[in-house]
Nanobody, 116 residues
Framework: VQLQASGGGLVQTGGSLKLSCQASESIASFNIMGWNRQAPGKQREMVAFIDTIGTRNYANSARGRFTISRDNAKNILYLQMNSLKPDDTAVYYC???????????WGQGTLVTVSS
């Protein structure tokens, strides 16, 4: 399984970005898909995740500003990020988990930089 993240870039405070994660196979088989991020000098942290029935969970820092969604027909996971802040600067990684095999898969990351 390959996960290809894209959509990162440089944006000003208050701006928006939409990240995409293209999977190499059907994402319908993944029980959970999500986004994590790692800022310079910090540990990787969960941003948001979504399960197969569409239940969404967000980190407190993302709730109200970010929206996670999945398009099973296109095999793409999205993260719409609005009202971006400098603290959102990080490498964002997409993640997928398949329960039947207890396998975790990670994408290569896409860099988001928010300037003040």
């Amino acid at each position: 399984v390959q996960l290809q993240a894209s959509g990162g870039g440089l944006v000003q405070t208050g701006g928006s970005l939409k990240l995409s994660c293209q999977a190499s196979e059907s994402i319908a088989s993944f029980n959970i898909m999500g986004w994590n991020r790692q800022a310079p000098g910090k540990q990787r942290e969960m941003v948001a995740f979504i399960d197969t029935i569409g239940t969404r969970n967000y980190a407190n820092s993302a709730r109200g500003r970010f929206t996670i969604s999945r398009d099973n027909a296109k095999n793409i996971l999205y993260l719409q990020m609005n009202s971006l802040k400098p603290d959102d600067t990080a490498v964002y990684y997409c993640h997928a988990y398949r329960a039947r095999s207890s396998q975790n898969y990670w994408g290569q990351g896409t860099l988001v930089t928010v300037s003040s």
